[in-house]
Each structure stands twice: as C-alpha cells, then as structure tokens.
C-alpha cells in the first residue's frame, strides 16, 4: 500500500462521517416538522457506508485469520441493522491496495415509528386531534452524532500519524 492510498483513505473516511454529521444535523434540526414539502410528516434518514469498490477489498485481507480460512465477517448495512455475510475468498494480503469507503445509501426509515401526540389545537391534527411528529428520537440522534464525531477524529489522527511518518522518512535522506 503506498502512503498515498493511506492519505486517500483516512480522507474518504473524513468525508464519510461529515456527511453523516450533516445528514444527523438535518435529523436534529426537523425532529419537530410535521409537514414538509409534499404535505407529509418529516422523515428521519439514515446513511450508510460501503467499501469503495478495488481489485482486491478489504475483506480480502481478512479472507484468512491466523493461517486458518475465515468464512464470516461482520458487515453493517445501516444504522439499525447488521447482517452476515458469507465470505468464500481465499485471497490472503498479496496485491492489497486500500482505496476508502463510500456512502452507499442514504434512506428514509421506516423501521421506526413516528410519533403520535394528542393536540386538538395543531394545524396538523388529524380528526381524532393525533398529531404526527416524525420520528427522530433526540438521545439516539445525539449518540449517532458523538460516534460519527469519533470516527473522525480517529481518521483524522490516523491521517496525522500518516503525514508524520511520511515526513520522518524524507528526514532520513536528507
């Protein structure tokens, strides 16, 4: 892996967890809108990251753990969910050039339900007086916002340490 791939994916990893910082800020700043632009309650979104796309991924270099074929990995498709996946390389750690992550998706969801409040007196009740507020929940908005914060700063301090051993190498030479 050359130190430019390194520089290229703590980056991409910035980028990422930025925008899930600006996508979580978006979920925080209409957790009270109860009409949008097509009439309907706000949404919370959820995003989700992907390995960007290389001749050998990531999960190639975890294809064999201790000598032995490792056959699962972990993979988190959003938020809420994580699935297993089979894995059936055999590749080992030859030819393993990093490239990043990529965000994949970004999604309404669904899963969650939206929040029913009693107020006869809101433009937005319905005929029983229920409003519809949509469902952001604040303390889980606030925890994704802390992880996401965490993320980068370890992909900037990872990016740092990078430059720093970079920069000790050409102090070498001279």
Known sequence: MSMFSAFNINATGMTAERYRMDVISENVANANTTRTADGTPY???????????SQVSFSHVFGE??????????????????HMHELSHSHGR????GVGVRVSGLYEDHVTEMNMV???SHPDADENGYVTYPNVNIITEMTNMI???????????????TKSIVQRGLEIGS
């Open 43 to 53: 949404r919370r979104k959820v995003v989700s990251f992907a390995e960007k796309e």
């Open 65 to 82: 753990v201790g000598g032995k074929p490792h056959t699962h990995a972990r993979v988190a498709t959003n938020a809420n969910t994580a």
């Open 94 to 97: 030859q030819g393993y050039t």
């Open 118 to 120: 009693y107020d006869p």
């Open 147 to 161: 992880d996401a914060s965490r993320a980068y700063e370890a992909n900037a301090t990872a990016f740092n340490a």
